[in-house]
């Protein structure tokens, strides 16, 4: 099992960034599949960027060129990037990890974007 912590979440204008982490209880070099998710309220819960134990990553179409996604397996944490963030986007975002064929989430970090 792993337990997945995020962090970085909080109030920010339009415009603006903010760095998301998950941290995980353990090592996530075994982890070959970590990704970003986002839920805003009423709507369901979408795939936002997805990075693999090689560096591959995949990223939404909404976010590409303004978001990234990465990984550092020495610190067992995961990063989201966010750059000129829009009003929209304001969601709970939660991290996302694949190991041994079982899909572990966290509990969420809230992101809210201000015009």
């Known amino acids: 099992q792993v337990q997945l912590v995020e962090s970085g979440g909080g109030l920010v204008q339009a415009g603006g960034s903010l760095r998301l982490s998950c941290a995980a209880s353990?090592?996530?070099?075994?982890?070959?599949?970590m990704s970003w998710y986002r839920q805003a309220p009423g709507n369901p819960r979408v795939l936002v960027a997805s990075?693999?134990?090689?560096?591959?990553?995949n990223y939404a179409d909404s976010v590409k060129g303004r978001f990234t996604i990465s990984r550092d397996n020495a610190k067992n944490t995961m990063y989201l990037q966010l750059n000129s963030l829009k009003p929209e986007e304001t969601s709970v975002y939660y991290c996302?990890?694949?190991?041994?064929?079982?899909?572990?989430w966290g509990q969420g970090t809230q992101v809210t974007v201000t015009s």
């Open positions: 996302h990890a694949i190991m041994y064929d079982r899909g572990y």
């Open positions: 353990r090592s996530i070099v075994i982890i070959n599949y």
């Open positions: 990075v693999t134990s090689d560096d591959s990553t």
